[in-house]
């Protein structure tokens, strides 16, 4: 071992106690952040599964008595979203057709942007990265009335292809900065090489940037996922009665304002609308520290 | 096979002029090694043969063709790059080959390519392995394969082996002259190091500053360098340089330093020198040879042993001279000797122009 090409005269060193005060305290934060953080959801369980009768008890951090799943059956069939009362899985279903395509599209031309502004820089390829990069900065809010517009001129306001369009518009300035950067790590000798054994626009994108680019995809489509998945508003304006994401619907089961409020109900719902972007996170956690990562690594 | 021609060749990196009207001739079949300091133009003007690098004025031609605004790919050319360049996520054989099957070769045919090449840099073995399991010199052998497989006319190596260790550095400088004994090729060969230039080329072009300095045969360019900066740059421990005045009269020649007047009786450049001229001698540290009744004298400032020679730093006041010695003499700091230089062998340089008289 190494040691044993250290001067024979002992180093006044000695090692590192296991638990210092300063150790301690970190442990202790990090705990009580923990625990912070999952008080809610602890309360959202433990609520969904009680019946009406008990959660009136007022014991909120008491353990349901008899845990039952009929809220959560409620809430995914028969809880009412304003008028209709199928539950909020006719949301969630809209929610996965708007997220699929606004996850594909976005992926898929924020990579090309990316692979071309990084590569074959086209002339004004720096004004046109300064534009795009500035669209990130403008407001959702301010765009949403002109968008209107435009969507209902064309006739595309309140349908799927509307909604889809829109999410790929507001998330080409963050797709495109993400694949750009992921690309500027990838030596241009690569490229080079690649130009010389005669690979042209397509062929280097697909054969060779692509199957390098596995990392940033996952986190490329971590990100959309979640964020499409979370979008309230967009979904609001622009997806129309027939295509209303699922956010919308849980805000209508919580905000009824005629009869009992269905506390139960709500938290179940609430759960079942959360549940994908949490499944993304578990899933994929791994993926998305190594995507972040992959930028500092030589490879 | 196939030859270059540079014409008038100008090239800018917006409003920086790297390379202004250079022209350059590359032989059917030879190695020419494009040698400088970094930042000299040498790397551009070998991506400009490539077509990597837009031109802004001037013509390119290879193997007789204008190919000033052709794709890389069709200019007959292979390329190895410093940075090896391997495609990371596709095998060794699929790296060879994807030249070939973007071309839309016969698939017999690439195979009897890659083969071909394999056995030549011995990568049989590796062939269903990815770059990340090679080792560097490994990686640089199948960069190498991969620009074999074109059968390309002219070879383009950017300093190949400077990512290399130094042993590895000397073994692959060894296969790449072999290479070139046995295929012929014409080769352009892009590095910063004067050992790889000397031992590899058929010629050397000396660049500096988007400038060529000076093209010639290794040799020539070592023994006779056409201005200051070639005679520093090649030769390690470098030139030898004493400032001085050169005294002319109708029978004799000599030049005078502080310390130190030889006669140019015999030196080449003796019908070429004016009385008065304030100009540089070069001399090469193996034609500095200690003698006990030398004609010039010093104090040894420092030995550094090679092995099968000596490096002898002579002091001789305000100036140090440095000295191969082949003998193995016993030399010791401080001590005081005597030594003879070789008059034949020396070069006079304008002090002004830096230019060999």
């Given at each position: 071992?190494?040691?044993?090409?250290?001067?024979?005269?002992?180093?006044?060193?000695?090692?590192?106690r296991r638990m210092s005060a300063g150790r301690v305290g970190v442990y202790a934060f990090l705990l009580t952040a923990a625990l912070f953080f999952l008080l809610p959801l602890y309360i959202m369980l433990t609520t969904s599964l009680k019946s009406m009768d008990e959660i009136r008890l007022g014991h909120l951090f008491a353990l349901p008595l008899a845990p039952s799943i009929d809220a959560w059956r409620a809430a995914w069939?028969?809880?009412?979203?304003?008028?209709?009362?199928?539950?909020v899985r006719v949301g969630f279903w809209n929610s996965v057709a708007i997220v699929v395509p606004s996850t594909l599209f976005p992926i898929a031309i924020g990579a090309?942007?990316?692979?071309?502004?990084?590569?074959?820089?086209?002339?004004?390829?720096?004004?046109?990265?300064?534009?795009?990069?500035?669209g990130a900065f403008i407001p959702v809010q301010v765009m949403i009335y002109p968008l209107v517009k435009i969507l209902a001129a064309v006739g595309l306001f309140s349908s799927l292809p509307g909604i889809v369009l829109v999410h790929t518009v507001f998330s080409m300035p963050v797709m495109t900065l993400l694949f750009r950067n992921y690309y500027l790590g990838i030596p241009q000798e690569l490229f080079k090489a690649a130009r010389v054994d005669g690979g042209g626009f397509w062929r280097i994108f697909v054969q060779l940037m692509l199957p390098m680019s596995t990392?940033?995809?996952?986190?490329?489509?971590?990100?959309?996922?979640?964020?499409?998945?979370?979008?309230?508003i967009l979904g609001l304006v622009f997806a129309g009665n027939e295509h209303l994401p699922m956010t919308v619907q849980l805000n209508n089961v919580?905000?009824?304002?005629?009869?009992?409020?269905?506390?139960?109900?709500?938290?179940?719902?609430t759960m079942l609308t959360s549940a994908v972007p949490l499944l993304v996170y578990f899933v994929s956690g791994r993926w998305f520290v190594r995507g972040i990562a992959a930028g500092a690594v030589k490879g | 096979m196939a030859g270059v021609q540079v014409r008038d060749l100008t090239i800018r990196f917006g409003s920086n002029e790297v390379l202004s009207g250079l022209n350059l001739d590359v032989h059917e079949g030879e190695f020419l090694v494009l040698l400088g300091p970094s930042g000299c133009g040498k790397s551009t003007l070998l991506h400009s043969m490539a077509g990597l690098i837009d031109v802004a004025g001037g013509q390119i031609d290879i193997g007789g063709q204008d190919m000033t605004w052709a794709e890389p790919s069709e200019r007959g050319i292979g390329m190895v790059f410093q940075s090896y360049a391997l495609y990371p996520t596709m095998t060794v054989e699929r790296n060879m080959s994807f030249g070939l099957r973007v071309a839309g070769m016969p698939r017999a045919e690439i195979a009897q390519r890659v083969q071909r090449a394999a056995q030549m840099l011995q990568l049989g073995a590796l062939l269903n392995r990815k770059p990340s399991q090679l080792s560097g010199g490994q990686r640089q052998r199948v960069a190498i394969g991969r620009a074999l497989v074109r059968d390309a006319g002219v070879f383009l190596f950017d300093e190949p082996l400077s990512n290399l260790d130094a042993q590895l550095r000397s073994e692959l400088r060894r296969e790449l002259k072999l290479l070139h004994q046995n295929l012929g090729s014409t080769m352009v060969y892009v590095t910063h190091d004067q050992v790889e230039a000397m031992t590899l080329a058929t010629r050397i072009v000396v660049m500096k500053g988007g400038q060529i300095q000076q093209i010639g045969a290794p040799g020539d360019v070592y023994d006779r360098p056409a201005n200051l900066f070639v005679a520093g740059f090649l030769g390690s421990p470098g030139m030898n340089f004493i400032e001085g005045k050169v005294q002319v009269s109708?029978?004799?020649?000599?030049?005078?330093?502080?310390?130190?007047?030889?006669?140019?009786?015999?030196?080449?450049a003796r019908s070429a020198l004016k009385d008065g001229a304030r100009v540089v001698l070069g001399l090469r540290p193996e034609h500095i040879h200690i003698a006990e009744h030398g004609e010039c004298a010093g104090t040894v400032q420092l030995v550094e042993p090679m092995g099968n020679h000596q490096v002898v730093w002579i002091d001789q006041g305000h100036r140090h001279l440095a000295a191969m010695v082949h003998e193995k003499t016993p030399l010791q700091a401080g001590q005081t000797l005597r030594f003879d230089v070789d008059r034949q062998s020396l070069s006079l340089f304008e002090q002004d122009s830096g230019l060999r008289i």
């Amino acid at each position: 071992m190494r040691a044993v090409y250290l001067p024979a005269a002992p180093v006044a060193r000695h090692r590192p106690r296991r638990m210092s005060a300063g150790r301690v305290g970190v442990y202790a934060f990090l705990l009580t952040a923990a625990l912070f953080f999952l008080l809610p959801l602890y309360i959202m369980l433990t609520t969904s599964l009680k019946s009406m009768d008990e959660i009136r008890l007022g014991h909120l951090f008491a353990l349901p008595l008899a845990p039952s799943i009929d809220a959560w059956r409620a809430a995914w069939s028969t809880v009412c979203t304003g008028v209709s009362c199928e539950g909020v899985r006719v949301g969630f279903w809209n929610s996965v057709a708007i997220v699929v395509p606004s996850t594909l599209f976005p992926i898929a031309i924020g990579a090309l942007n990316g692979y071309a502004l990084s590569f074959w820089r086209p002339r004004g390829a720096n004004v046109l990265f300064a534009v795009l990069m500035m669209g990130a900065f403008i407001p959702v809010q301010v765009m949403i009335y002109p968008l209107v517009k435009i969507l209902a001129a064309v006739g595309l306001f309140s349908s799927l292809p509307g909604i889809v369009l829109v999410h790929t518009v507001f998330s080409m300035p963050v797709m495109t900065l993400l694949f750009r950067n992921y690309y500027l790590g990838i030596p241009q000798e690569l490229f080079k090489a690649a130009r010389v054994d005669g690979g042209g626009f397509w062929r280097i994108f697909v054969q060779l940037m692509l199957p390098m680019s596995t990392p940033i995809l996952i986190v490329a489509a971590i990100m959309q996922i979640t964020g499409v998945w979370n979008d309230y508003i967009l979904g609001l304006v622009f997806a129309g009665n027939e295509h209303l994401p699922m956010t919308v619907q849980l805000n209508n089961v919580i905000n009824t304002t005629t009869g009992e409020r269905l506390y139960n109900v709500n938290m179940a719902a609430t759960m079942l609308t959360s549940a994908v972007p949490l499944l993304v996170y578990f899933v994929s956690g791994r993926w998305f520290v190594r995507g972040i990562a992959a930028g500092a690594v030589k490879g | 096979m196939a030859g270059v021609q540079v014409r008038d060749l100008t090239i800018r990196f917006g409003s920086n002029e790297v390379l202004s009207g250079l022209n350059l001739d590359v032989h059917e079949g030879e190695f020419l090694v494009l040698l400088g300091p970094s930042g000299c133009g040498k790397s551009t003007l070998l991506h400009s043969m490539a077509g990597l690098i837009d031109v802004a004025g001037g013509q390119i031609d290879i193997g007789g063709q204008d190919m000033t605004w052709a794709e890389p790919s069709e200019r007959g050319i292979g390329m190895v790059f410093q940075s090896y360049a391997l495609y990371p996520t596709m095998t060794v054989e699929r790296n060879m080959s994807f030249g070939l099957r973007v071309a839309g070769m016969p698939r017999a045919e690439i195979a009897q390519r890659v083969q071909r090449a394999a056995q030549m840099l011995q990568l049989g073995a590796l062939l269903n392995r990815k770059p990340s399991q090679l080792s560097g010199g490994q990686r640089q052998r199948v960069a190498i394969g991969r620009a074999l497989v074109r059968d390309a006319g002219v070879f383009l190596f950017d300093e190949p082996l400077s990512n290399l260790d130094a042993q590895l550095r000397s073994e692959l400088r060894r296969e790449l002259k072999l290479l070139h004994q046995n295929l012929g090729s014409t080769m352009v060969y892009v590095t910063h190091d004067q050992v790889e230039a000397m031992t590899l080329a058929t010629r050397i072009v000396v660049m500096k500053g988007g400038q060529i300095q000076q093209i010639g045969a290794p040799g020539d360019v070592y023994d006779r360098p056409a201005n200051l900066f070639v005679a520093g740059f090649l030769g390690s421990p470098g030139m030898n340089f004493i400032e001085g005045k050169v005294q002319v009269s109708q029978d004799m020649a000599r030049f005078s330093a502080e310390g130190m007047l030889l006669d140019l009786a015999d030196c080449p450049a003796r019908s070429a020198l004016k009385d008065g001229a304030r100009v540089v001698l070069g001399l090469r540290p193996e034609h500095i040879h200690i003698a006990e009744h030398g004609e010039c004298a010093g104090t040894v400032q420092l030995v550094e042993p090679m092995g099968n020679h000596q490096v002898v730093w002579i002091d001789q006041g305000h100036r140090h001279l440095a000295a191969m010695v082949h003998e193995k003499t016993p030399l010791q700091a401080g001590q005081t000797l005597r030594f003879d230089v070789d008059r034949q062998s020396l070069s006079l340089f304008e002090q002004d122009s830096g230019l060999r008289i």
